[in-house]
């Protein structure tokens, strides 16, 4: 049985996975190729261990293949009509600061990307774990017509974590595909009103979120409908009177705060037990609300699709209060 701990990022979400019914293969494969903290030689590491218990599995074996024929293409050599880009991103942004080159051996793009994080951890005295970089492989498809075909996502040390083919024939066939794939299974669980928090790490900025349930984890529902949602401050629309986002954690839920790459963010979340700041006040306070109960985020989803005209709140505070009040919780 695969090691949960060693490749789910979340903690609590290892330990509940852990606890309930054996995965199967499939999903067993899909915890080692989505672990945001592994490396590629880790994954086939891992992988390779797994086909030792299973034996023969067309799916394990495709993806085995594919890592190993991508490990001798990233380390070994490059092809006369491959071209490399990079880009690094801290908590989730693009370094703007970043010289742009291109480069015709993905190790000379991978040793640059290296250097462009120390000079930006240097520049901006933090940790270069925080960092993590993009090499962009593009095929010539012509003389003047390149196409991109992998975003290559490596760790601050110039590691492979993830191979994320881009063109649609690749992403049909799954080709080279080396990363985040399906896990329904995979859900937080938490009950509704829990105050949770993003585990630090480079893909994405901090943030804190209140959970919604569809069905709760001691519901025999949540096993067949995990519907969760998050309840997070959305800076984007501040001055749309509530500064409160809602999004739907679905398989990858990254594209929602401004990544370029869909990854797999349910992991990064786990239960916040801190306290909260003046300006926080409001999510604990909603994370309270919700808990006793979860049909006032009935009434915030109707307030979003009215937009919100008929009523006019100065911060999240006062419309978590009046929302309390419509509940008839005060």
């Known amino acids: 049985m695969t090691d949960l701990s060693r490749w789910i990022y979340s903690p609590d979400i290892a330990a509940w996975l852990s606890g309930g019914p054996r995965l199967d293969f499939a999903q067993q494969i899909n915890c080692i190729l989505s672990a945001p903290h592994r490396t590629l030689e880790d994954k086939l590491e891992g992988l390779r261990r797994l086909r030792q218990e299973v034996g023969p599995l067309k799916l394990l074996d495709d993806k085995i293949e594919a890592g190993e024929t991508l490990e001798e293409i990233i380390y070994d050599g490059g ?4 071209v490399y880009e990079t880009d690094i991103f801290c908590y989730g942004r693009k370094e703007e600061f970043l010289k ?12 640059y990307i290296k250097e462009q994080i120390e000079k930006a951890a240097n520049r901006y005295e ?9 090499l962009r492989k593009f095929y010539r498809r012509g003389a003047r017509y ?8 490596l760790n601050w040390e110039g590691k492979i974590i993830y191979c994320l083919p881009e063109t649609s024939e690749a992403i049909r066939k799954n080709d080279y595909w ?16 829990t105050v949770v928090e993003t585990v630090d790490s ?15 984890p001691w519901e025999k529902e949540f096993e067949q409908n995990g519907e969760q949602w998050l309840l997070y401050p ?19 839920t990254s594209i929602a705060f401004g990544e370029e790459f869909v990854l797999p963010f349910i992991q990064f979340l786990r239960r916040y037990y801190g306290t909260f700041s003046e300006s926080e006040k409001w999510i604990e306070e909603l994370g309270k609300l919700v808990g006793e109960d979860k049909r006032c985020f009935g009434l915030m989803l109707k307030d979003w699709q009215l937009g919100d005209k008929s009523r006019s709140y100065e911060n999240c505070g006062n419309y978590v209060y009046e929302l309390r009040e419509r509940c008839g919780k005060l």
């Open 79 to 82: 092809g006369l009509r491959n």
């Open 234 to 252: 959305d800076g984007l629309y501040k001055n749309r009177c509530r500064g409160i986002g809602a999004v739907l954690l679905g398989d990858y």
């Open 100 to 111: 742009r080159r291109i480069f015709t051996v993905p190790g000379a793009g991978i040793e």
């Open 146 to 153: 390149m196409e991109l075909e992998w975003n290559i996502i």
């Open 126 to 134: 933090i940790e270069k774990d925080l960092f993590f970089g993009v």
């Open 202 to 216: 480079p893909f994405f900025p901090s943030i804190k979120g209140v959970i919604v349930n569809k069905a709760e």
């Open 178 to 193: 080396f990363g985040p794939m399906d896990y329904h299974y995979m859900r937080l669980p938490f009950a509704s009103g």
